[in-house]
């Protein structure tokens, strides 16, 4: 692998949203004993929890970490219910008919672009992301076909070719956690809920899925919800329904001027 131009250690750029995927994903890459870079995206989501949780997961590990700001493509991309705040967020597990309104256009697509640049530019040779077998049904932008192909782009597009690299592709979120419960990882440190309040929901698609993870894993999630589905809630599929939009004084629910600044830890 190319080694970063500021370290002799080979280097990889990690998409990091806070999420318990990319969580393990970036303790995965350290574990690698990689020279790792963070790179998270505020790219007008509708709450910042999952970004001040990766900010502070890497000033624990001492990781340079970068938030870049990229609001101005928010009117691209906000047909949405995870970039429109109006709009009620589906409840359920994952399913196509009942969560494709959180699809957020080529968003992957367009955080890989950034996330290759990034790599050309310090001299990584990878970049790291935590498309899993879980989102398949819903996220086009997550399988395999789609790593595929943008892995050959990345190989091409710049003189520096640049690897792809999605450990998790074809696992599932209960494997993601148990290969991060054996590393001894620490799951109260990410945020999972498509909602920013200060409890996880535990009835959107994204809470019920690491619930689940969590059941399957004969394991208890450190965080804490408004409510948590008993064990047949988790395992059958409810009805299709909608949460209510949070409330505006919710501690963590964004506006579009409290975002974090595009910022860069020093590497070290």
Same mark, same amino acid.
């Given at each position: 692998? $190319? ?29 690698? /004993? ?9 790219? /007008? ?13 890497? &000033? ?14 928010? /009117? ?34 367009? +955080? ?21 077998? @879980? ?13 595929? &192909?943008?892995?050959?782009?990345? @190989? ?54 690491? +619930? ?11 965080? /804490?919800? +408004? ?6 809630? $988790?395992?059958? &599929?409810?009805?299709?329904?909608? +949460?209510?939009?949070?409330?505006? $004084? ?19």
């Amino acid at each position: 692998m $190319t080694q970063s131009a500021t370290s002799p250690v080979p280097a990889t750029v990690v998409i990091y949203s806070g999420g318990m995927d990319s969580f393990t994903v970036l303790h995965r890459a350290l574990r690698e /004993g990689l020279a790792v870079h963070a790179l998270s995206f505020d790219y /007008g989501q509708r709450h910042a929890r999952e970004l001040e949780v990766a900010a502070h997961v890497c &000033r624990e590990l001492d990781v340079p970490h970068q938030v870049v700001d990229i609001r101005a493509i928010h /009117g691209l991309i906000d047909n949405s219910a995870l970039t429109d705040a109006s709009r009620d967020m589906p409840d359920g597990d994952y399913a196509s008919d009942n969560l494709s309104a959180t699809v957020v256009p080529n968003r992957n697509m367009i +955080l890989l672009s950034m996330a290759i640049a990034k790599a050309v530019n310090i001299g990584a040779g990878r970049v790291d992301y935590g498309a899993h077998g @879980g989102d398949h049904v819903l996220y086009p932008d997550c399988r395999p076909e789609f790593v595929e &192909r943008m892995n050959a782009v990345a @190989g091409i597009a710049n003189f520096e070719p640049v690897r792809i690299h999605a450990p998790y592709l074809g696992s599932t979120k209960a494997d993601i956690l148990a290969d991060g419960l054996a590393m001894g990882l620490d799951y109260s440190d990410t945020w999972t809920c498509y909602l920013g309040e200060e409890l996880a929901c535990g009835r959107c698609g994204s809470c019920r899925e690491r +619930l689940a993870a969590f059941t399957a894993n004969g394991a208890t999630d450190p965080l /804490g919800y +408004l409510q948590r589905p008993d064990t047949a809630a $988790t395992a059958q &599929r409810p009805e299709a329904g909608y +949460l209510q939009r949070p409330d505006a $004084t919710a501690t963590s629910t964004r506006s579009d001027t409290d975002a974090p600044e595009s910022r860069e830890a020093p590497d070290v």
